[in-house]
């Protein structure tokens, strides 16, 4: 007489049990998909830098990580276009060179940023697109030259800036150094720069008439915001975490997510 009762009362603890389980994956997989999508071209139309493979690895982690954003890499051109930039939320360049664009794909490029997405150079981004001036318009500046290849020291010039006010006002690392022509600080906001006591200026290869060797820098095009770091050339910058931090925090802003 008993045993229906007991069947209901079991029946009712198992759907509890499901109702407490289900649900928290079922959000999870929500919040999952609901994060930012970024698309990771690390095409090279010059010279191919080795950390590639790695950085790729790293920013998928660094995303998941952070719960910031999911980043899918790619070494296909063609996919920059109007049809397939609508999957994402923005755009990541470790790139070199004339990159294969047909007149097309740079539009839409264009016009992905401005409508209010983000884009993210990194390191040999400014190494690229040297015959589109549009390009060194919206990224600020072109790579001429790496004077050094030592440890440094960079100095932050927004405290304030997401991407590095967790840094020390006066930090050493060891990377690449860039210098850039066709870059005016007064054209974009600087977040770091070279302290230049730290460096050899009488090289052959400093050009800069004013000695100033920005590191870091955002810009804005049309609605989009552009986050440029010179960093990144190493393996061991890479897996550095205030170049983490540094790189994370620039993305979310890039993306809007940070103000």
């Known amino acids: 007489m008993c045993q229906p009762t007991v069947m209901k009362v079991l029946g009712f603890l198992l759907l509890c049990i499901l109702s407490i389980t289900v649900l928290p994956l079922g959000t999870l ?6 994060r930012p999508k970024i698309l990771y071209l690390t095409y090279s139309a010059g010279f191919r830098h080795e950390v590639l493979p790695f950085s790729e690895g790293m920013l998928q982690r660094l995303g998941e990580q ?26 990541v360049f470790y790139t070199t060179g004339e990159l ?15 409508s209010g997405k983000g884009f993210i150079g990194i390191h040999s981004a400014t190494d690229t697109f040297y015959q589109w001036p549009e390009y ?27 991407s590095v006010k967790h840094l020390a006002p006066f ?5 690449e150094i860039y210098q850039f022509k066709d870059f005016s600080k007064d054209q974009v906001h600087v977040l770091l720069s070279l302290v230049n006591s ?27 915001r552009v ?10 910058v890479w897996s550095d975490p205030r170049f983490q931090k540094h790189l994370v925090n620039g993305i979310r802003w890039a993306l809007g997510e940070l103000k």
Do not use: M
Request: aromatic share 14%; with cysteine.
């Open 66 to 91: 952070s719960g910031a954003f999911v980043s899918i890499a790619t070494l296909d051109c063609s996919l920059i276009n109007a049809d397939y930039l609508k999957n994402f939320d923005g755009l």
């Open 136 to 162: 060194g318009k919206l990224i600020g500046g072109y790579f001429d030259q790496h004077p050094w290849h030592q440890d440094v020291v960079i100095t932050v010039e927004d405290a304030a800036h997401p």
């Open 171 to 175: 930090f050493k690392i060891k990377d």
């Open 29 to 34: 997989a929500q919040k999952t998909k609901a």
């Open 227 to 236: 986050f440029y770091t010179a960093l990144g050339h190493r393996e061991e």
């Open 198 to 224: 730290s460096v050899d200026l009488n090289k052959p290869s400093v050009h800069r008439a004013d000695k100033y060797f920005a590191n870091a820098w955002t810009n804005t095009y049309g609605k989009g």
């Open 100 to 114: 294969p664009f047909p007149e097309e794909q740079k539009q839409a490029f264009l016009d992905f940023i401005k």
